[in-house]
């Protein structure tokens, strides 16, 4: 049957935005290149002029160079229809990456939409709002408990803070008269030793002759210390 009918050729696919525009960048190097050519003739045309007298011979020179410069200018304006079609096909191929940019976009969008839905299924606004209200009356009860285990005892409640502060203020200007005294104030100024003979108001000893009371002086006679004399009778007995 192939043979009769022949085989199905199967359609080449269609080319795409890139293809297109690879050719024509090739076509427009290929343009280039062609008016180089044409621009170094035309220098060498300019050249023969200037050292060629007026007169025929000058005159097929400058045909010659119009012939090239308007090959010149056709090739110029095949160059600008390439540029501008190269430009609408980067135009094209910016459309078509936006597009698919967007459409991966919005992919990734369903697929995010889909999972937060999944996930605000397993939380509810009102346990988190009656879990906020647990947690504040958790710490109304935490701070009075330890206002409760912070409190003094004995001391009343009525007491009267500007009272206090007259006291401390008082308080404040005794230690200062004290430092200014003393230079060291009363509480940190150690303690004296009392003196037991002043409080007891005992004699002191006696010292030497005028140590004794005049009255035992008249009554017996003492030595140089002060010790009353035995008299050589008593001794001998």
Excluded: C, W
Excluded at 38 to 46: H, I, N, P, Q, T
Excluded at 133 to 146: R, V
Excluded at 166 to 189: C, H, I, K, N, R
């Amino acid at each position: 049957m192939k043979r009769v009918f022949g085989a199905k050729k199967e359609k080449e696919p269609p080319p795409s935005v890139q293809d297109a525009t690879d050719r024509i960048n090739k076509r427009g190097e290929s343009v280039d290149e062609k008016i180089k050519r044409l621009d170094a003739e035309l220098s060498k045309y300019k050249e023969q002029i200037k050292k060629t007298r007026p007169g025929p011979a000058q005159e097929a020179v400058k045909a010659r160079a119009m012939r090239v410069l308007k090959q010149k200018r056709m090739y110029e304006g095949q160059r600008d229809m390439l540029y501008n079609q190269t430009f609408n096909l980067d135009q094209v191929s910016f459309a078509a990456e936006g597009i698919k940019d967007a459409q991966q976009t919005m992919t990734a969008m369903k697929a995010a939409n889909k999972e937060l839905k999944g996930m605000m299924k397993t939380v509810k606004i009102e346990e988190i709002d009656s879990m906020q209200d647990e947690m504040m009356d958790l710490m109304d009860i935490s701070t009075e408990i330890q206002e409760s285990l912070g409190r003094s005892y004995n001391v009343p409640d009525d007491i009267d803070e500007e009272d206090l502060m007259g006291e401390l203020d008082a308080l404040e200007a005794d230690m200062g008269m004290e430092s200014e005294s003393t230079g060291v104030p009363a509480y940190l100024q150690p303690d004296k030793e009392p003196d037991l003979d002043a409080e007891l108001n005992l004699p002191s000893a006696p010292i030497g002759h005028g140590a004794v009371p005049p009255s035992r002086q008249n009554a017996q006679h003492v030595d140089e210390f002060g010790l009353p004399i035995v008299p050589r009778a008593s001794l001998r007995d």
